[in-house]
């Protein structure tokens, strides 16, 4: 079984940056490769729907999900590690969440990391 397991959350000021990582393991056992996956990572509001943030394919390339962190954040992988990372700039009180990370499509989920953003 895939597992997650997301760090890196904490509390900031608006305008400050924060780096967020996902370590994985099981896929080893699965069927699936962590290499040939795409990642992705997630965020959560109370009384809202999960929301897709970025992805990250097999290849290296990018996608963005979520049009308010256009610019701020970037996705990143690790195969050798099988992680990944989540860098994100000029953070604003919408960023607010806790944040996931999983392949897509998404299998369980992991416990996320709450990121508050807060003078």
């Known amino acids: 079984q895939v597992q997650f397991v997301e760090s890196g959350g904490g509390l900031v000021q608006p305008g400050g940056s924060m780096k967020l990582s996902c370590t994985t393991s099981?896929?080893?056992?699965?069927?699936?490769?962590?290499?040939?996956?795409?990642m992705t990572w997630w965020r959560q509001v109370p009384g809202k729907e999960r929301e897709l943030v970025m992805l990250?394919?097999?290849?290296?390339?990018?996608?963005t999900y979520a049009e308010s962190i256009e610019g701020r954040f970037t996705i990143a992988r690790d195969n050798a590690g099988e992680m990944v990372y989540l860098q994100m700039n000029d953070l604003q009180p919408s960023d607010t969440a806790v944040y996931y990370c999983?392949?897509?499509?998404?299998?369980?989920w992991g416990q996320g990391t709450q990121v508050i953003v807060s003078s």
């Open positions: 099981g896929f080893t056992a699965s069927e699936l490769t962590f290499s040939r996956t795409a």
């Open positions: 990250i394919d097999s290849t290296g390339v990018a996608e």
């Open positions: 999983n392949t897509f499509p998404p299998l369980d």
